[in-house]
Antibody, heavy 117, light 109 residues
Framework: QVQLVQSGAEVKKPQSSVKVSCKAS????????ISWVRQAPGQGLEWMGR????????NYAQKFQDRVTFTADTSTSTAYMELSSLRSDDTAMYYC??????????WGHGTLVTVSS | QTVVTQEPSLTVSPGGTVTLTCASS?????????PNWFQQKPGQAPRALIY???SKHSWTPARFSGSLLGGKAALTLSGVQPEDEAEYYC?????????FGGGTKLTVL
């Protein structure tokens, strides 16, 4: 059974960047899409965008278009989300999720990113 | 900016039935928005319940069902259990972008 294992919590300074990884354990990305979703403390879910690793196609939510980059390494079944120019309101739990047949069927455990001076 | 709207909170008695809805600022929600529903409990990642309006995962309890109702996507829980107390989010597809609703906090009381 595929699991998505994310990298550990990060504490970052404002204006810096963070790179979060999401590795498929027990399987590969194959033809799936990986979406990134974030959740600020006490707030709802926010779709950031997605990547189709095998085709290297990305879609970014308009809100993040200028600051986020999704990449993937199919040889290691690992996806990455890099967010730059961090602000305090980027403090959130960041999730990766596998998209298959119209649903997000498998989710990572989340990576907490804290932005603080 | 597309906005997806859900009831902020609902309360239901154990064994009762409740319907959560999901509306789009762009107009009526149709199957072409591929509505998804997720359940999230405190401290946990979201869990998929319903996709493509009314399709269930193998782990989705039978008491959960999805539909389209009055121009909105809907999630109905029939025979609510105490463990159904959670936050529920819908997700709609907008041709390359996806947008979550603000979530509905369901209280079982």
């Amino acid at each position: 059974q595929v699991q998505l294992v994310q990298s550990g919590a990060e504490v970052k300074k404002p204006q810096s960047s963070v790179k979060v990884s999401c590795k498929a354990s027990g399987g590969t990305f194959s033809s799936y899409t990986i979406s990134w979703v974030r959740q600020a403390p006490g707030q709802g879910l926010e779709w950031m965008g997605r990547i189709i690793p095998i085709l290297d196609i990305v879609n970014y939510a308009q809100k993040f278009q200028d600051r986020v980059t999704f990449t993937a390494d199919t040889s290691t079944s690992t996806a990455y989300m890099e967010l730059s120019s961090l602000r305090s309101d980027d403090t959130a739990m960041y999730y990766c999720a596998r998209s298959s047949a119209g649903t997000f069927d498998i989710w990572g455990h989340g990576t907490l990113v804290t932005v603080s001076s | 900016q597309t906005v997806v709207t859900q009831e902020p909170s609902l309360t239901v008695s154990p064994g009762g039935t409740v319907t959560l809805t999901c509306a789009s600022s762009t107009g009526a929600v149709t199957s072409g928005y591929y509505p998804n529903w997720f359940q999230q409990k405190p401290g946990q990642a979201p869990r998929a319940l319903i996709y493509n309006t009314n399709s269930k995962h193998s782990w989705t309890p039978a008491r959960f069902s999805g539909s389209l109702l009055g121009g909105k996507a809907a999630l109905t829980l029939s025979g609510v259990q105490p463990e159904d107390e959670a936050e529920y989010y819908c997700l709609l597809y907008y041709g390359g972008a996806q947008v979550f609703g603000g979530g509905t906090k369901l209280t079982v009381l």
